[in-house]
């Protein structure tokens, strides 16, 4: 018997997150080289607002499922007790207000408390796909993370990018002496800052004695990011590894595809006029860096310095274009994995670390860039054995 699957979503339209994840277990994705058709039935919707190009209805038509006026109606079926065995939770997209901290305030955390309401309320509970971020709030968040522990269902949350393909296919070696790390990447704050953030700490959490919790953060913007690594604020090494692995450099490259050394010639901070610098002390000592390189790059890289190698490692995070977003296909196969075993596949701690991480460094910025120490940002966890990312197949979950 399939397993049946009720989708709680902000918005389902095109190209939302909804639909990325969503059509998948309506219609099936490639997965190591086959057309893959998960062991679910999608039997229950709920969206929460229906702007123009709405899908849910057409959906819901095609593929003989119910739209629910409330979460609780859909994760019981119209009944009087819980009847589905997962949850997808896809809040991404539609019309929120922000904070004063330039945070979409995305009602994630209401939607998971409303599924948690209905299993305790039913004594039963299934397991959850909370897509990206946890919360804006790390507060929130680790209320989240408490409840799956204390009502024990498994929780996947995060973002595509630690799951997708890399090139080079380079995975760290688990235990391994991470000296430094930098990663880089594009976009607006609070969004794909945090695919960067979680991208960085899926690499990092490898290192000896795994994660081990934020000590201080800083986020700066501006000419301060350049004058930091004047500083010595970052490697200038790593920064010229990660961007090496880049295949979309801007400017000149744009315009007549000349190759560039974006760092060597001045040309990044020409480019990139309003860059920010989000600084990570982690309790263990290391220091992380990501650089978000707007105007400059249009990619998503890392590089790392591991003890007694002579070289940098670096690669590149790799996005297929728009549509289809084949790297999403990635992230439902672990979906699909937890589902299939009851057990997360990656630790909802990482998402957690990252949440708390980008939450403090948006305090630090509204606060003028101060360095903030996070005496609250405790989270423990290490990292899964087996590697979780597309390349060569994981166990048959790989894409």
Same mark, same amino acid.
């Given at each position: 018997?399939?397993?049946?699957?009720?989708?709680?979503?902000?918005?389902?339209?095109?190209?939302?997150?909804?639909?990325?994840?969503?059509?998948?277990?309506?219609?099936?994705?490639?997965?190591?080289?086959?057309?893959?058709?998960?062991?679910?039935?999608?039997?229950?919707?709920?969206?929460?607002?229906?702007?123009?190009?709405?899908?849910? $209805?057409? #959906?819901?038509?095609?593929?003989?499922?119910?739209?629910?006026?409330? =979460?609780? @109606? !859909? %994760?019981?079926? *119209?009944?009087?007790?819980?009847?589905?065995?997962?949850?997808?939770?896809?809040?991404?997209?539609?019309?929120?207000?922000?904070?004063?901290?330039?945070?979409?305030?995305?009602?994630?955390?209401?939607?998971?408390?409303?599924?948690?309401?209905?299993?305790?309320?039913?004594?039963?509970?299934?397991?959850?796909?909370?897509?990206?971020?946890?919360?804006?709030?790390?507060?929130?968040?680790?209320?989240?993370?408490?409840?799956?522990?204390?009502?024990?269902?498994?929780?996947?949350?995060?973002?595509?990018?630690?799951? $997708?393909? #890399?090139?080079?296919?380079?995975?760290?070696?688990?235990?391994?002496? =991470?000296? @430094? !790390? %930098?990663?880089? *990447?594009?976009?607006?704050?609070?969004?794909?800052?945090?695919?960067?953030?979680?991208?960085?700490?899926?690499?990092?959490?490898?290192?000896?004695?795994?994660?081990?919790?934020?000590?201080?953060?800083?986020?700066?913007?501006?000419?301060?990011?350049?004058?930091?690594?004047?500083?010595?604020?970052?490697?200038?090494?790593?920064?010229?590894?990660?961007?090496?692995?880049?295949?979309?450099?801007?400017?000149?490259?744009?315009?007549?595809?000349?190759?560039?050394?974006?760092?060597?010639?001045?040309?990044?901070?020409?480019?990139?006029?309003?860059?920010?610098?989000?600084?990570?002390?982690?309790?263990?000592?290391?220091?992380?860096?990501?650089?978000?390189?707007?105007?400059?790059?249009?990619?998503?890289?890392?590089?790392?310095?591991?003890?007694?190698?002579?070289?940098?490692?670096?690669?590149?995070?790799?996005?297929?274009?728009?549509?289809?977003?084949?790297?999403?296909?990635?992230?439902?196969?672990?979906?699909?994995?937890?589902?299939?075993?009851?057990?997360?596949?990656?630790?909802?701690?990482?998402?957690?670390?990252?949440?708390?991480?980008?939450?403090?460094?948006?305090?630090?910025?509204?606060?003028?860039?101060?360095?903030?120490?996070?005496?609250?940002?405790?989270?423990?966890?290490?990292?899964?054995?087996?590697?979780?990312?597309?390349?060569?197949?994981?166990?048959?979950?790989?894409?």
């Amino acid at each position: 018997m399939p397993k049946r699957l009720a989708v709680i979503s902000s918005i389902y339209t095109y190209l939302s997150h909804t639909q990325h994840f969503a059509d998948r277990f309506l219609v099936g994705y490639p997965r190591s080289g086959r057309w893959h058709r998960p062991e679910v039935e999608v039997v229950s919707l709920y969206v929460d607002q229906r702007p123009d190009g709405d899908q849910s $209805t057409g #959906r819901a038509r095609e593929y003989g499922f119910e739209v629910y006026p409330t =979460i609780a @109606e !859909a %994760l019981r079926c *119209g009944g009087d007790s819980l009847a589905v065995d997962g949850v997808l939770i896809i809040c991404e997209h539609g019309d929120y207000p922000d904070n004063e901290k330039g945070q979409k305030l995305y009602p994630r955390y209401e939607m998971f408390k409303a599924c948690v309401e209905v299993f305790e309320q039913d004594g039963r509970s299934v397991p959850v796909y909370n897509d990206k971020n946890l919360s804006y709030s790390f507060d929130r968040g680790l209320e989240m993370v408490a409840d799956s522990k204390r009502l024990e269902f498994p929780v996947l949350a995060g973002s595509s990018l630690p799951v $997708t393909w #890399r090139l080079p296919d380079l995975e760290l070696p688990l235990e391994c002496d =991470i000296e @430094e !790390a %930098l990663m880089v *990447g594009v976009g607006g704050s609070d969004a794909m800052d945090y695919h960067a953030l979680e991208a960085m700490q899926c690499m990092i959490e490898r290192r000896r004695g795994g994660e081990t919790g934020v000590k201080a953060v800083q986020m700066i913007v501006g000419d301060t990011v350049w004058e930091a690594g004047e500083q010595g604020r970052y490697s200038k090494e790593l920064l010229e590894s990660a961007l090496s692995r880049c295949d979309s450099p801007k400017g000149l490259t744009d315009e007549d595809g000349r190759t560039q050394d974006l760092l060597g010639t001045g040309e990044l901070q020409r480019l990139a006029t309003e860059p920010a610098a989000y600084f990570i002390e982690h309790v263990d000592g290391l220091k992380t860096t990501l650089l978000m390189l707007n105007g400059a790059i249009g990619d998503y890289c890392f590089a790392a310095r591991l003890k007694d190698e002579p070289e940098p490692k670096s690669t590149q995070f790799f996005l297929p274009p728009t549509p289809p977003v084949t790297y999403s296909a990635c992230l439902v196969s672990k979906i699909d994995e937890m589902f299939d075993t009851g057990v997360s596949p990656i630790p909802v701690e990482r998402t957690l670390t990252v949440c708390g991480i980008l939450d403090h460094c948006l305090t630090s910025k509204q606060r003028g860039g101060i360095r903030l120490e996070t005496p609250d940002h405790r989270v423990q966890y290490r990292a899964p054995a087996r590697s979780q990312h597309c390349g060569p197949a994981q166990d048959g979950y790989s894409s």
